[in-house]
């Protein structure tokens, strides 16, 4: 009778699972698939696969629109914000995860609520800043915005990583005469890299699909992000799908293979998380 049970549950996990999956997976692959297809294959069957792989849509978007250069906006702007925030995010991670102080906790909670604050509350305060800064409708401008973003998730993230390596580690570096610095980027940097890929890879995902503040602080044609054109090609290709599911392949693709090439750092990273947190 247990054992009954027990394969029961273990065909209904595997069954949540697979419909998880599938749920998940199934339109990325369907609006891939589409892109190959032509305007009548869409609307005549939709879920049927192509008859054969059409890059004309694909051809169209880059050469007809500026698509190289929003392309190029997004990932300049992704790469530069992420790089630099995981810097000081993980040395703000490092110092409250080893090291004590007076209102220590404060600050930790302090960085945790700012998950609670929508993001348009603070629209106001910033688009001030920028513009008096002489950054508006600049790539650089909305660089500097997205250095903040995903502060809270990559706090809690990186603290729990430096938790998990031994403090022994340290004291042995201190006892050999390094300093902070020394003990920050060359013990626990290279240790903390399962927290270190899960951090950058949620904060580059986050400012790769950030619409709000990137239509806030542009409004022209050269500084436009993958989000905006996407906004665009929808109000354009509201009736061509298939140039419409071309750009929609161009923007989800670069976040897909980002996370295939470190999902054995991230799970590493969620495992930590979880036994630590």
């Known amino acids: ?47 049927e696969l192509p008859t054969q792989i059409n890059f004309d849509a694909f051809v169209y978007i880059f050469e007809k629109y500026n698509f190289v250069r929003y392309f190029g906006n997004s990932l300049l702007i992704c790469i530069v914000s992420t790089a630099i925030s995981l810097v000081i995010f993980a040395m703000g991670g490092y110092v409250i995860a080893k090291y004590n102080f007076p209102g220590k906790n404060v600050m930790f909670a302090l960085f945790t609520i700012t998950l609670l604050v929508p993001a348009q509350s603070k629209a106001q305060p910033i688009f001030s800043l920028v513009t008096d ?62 927290g270190l890929a899960t951090a950058g890879i949620l904060m580059f995902l986050n400012n790769w699909n950030e619409y709000f503040y990137a239509s806030l602080l542009t409004s022209s044609d050269e500084n436009r992000t993958l989000p905006l054109a996407l906004q665009f090609f929808t109000e354009s290709f509201s009736y061509d799908y298939t140039k419409l599911f071309a750009a929609l392949t161009v923007v989800v693709l670069p976040g897909i293979i980002l996370y295939v090439f470190a999902q054995e750092q991230v799970q590493a990273s969620v495992a930590a998380t979880g036994v630590k947190g």
């Open 133 to 194: 800064l002489n950054l508006y409708d600049n790539i650089w401008g909305v660089t500097l915005v997205y250095l903040s973003m995903g502060l809270a998730m990559s706090m809690f993230i990186l603290k729990a990583t430096f938790m998990a390596i031994p403090k022994s580690l340290d004291e042995a570096a201190s006892l050999e005469g390094a300093g902070f610095f020394t003990t920050f980027w060359k013990i626990n940097f290279p240790l903390a890299k399962s």
């Open 1 to 47: 009778m247990y054992k009954a049970r027990k394969i029961g549950v273990g065909i209904l996990e595997y069954a949540v699972m697979l419909f998880t999956i599938a749920v998940s997976v199934f339109p990325i692959i369907w609006v891939v698939m589409s892109a190959f297809k032509t305007n009548a294959q869409i609307l005549s069957n939709p879920f």
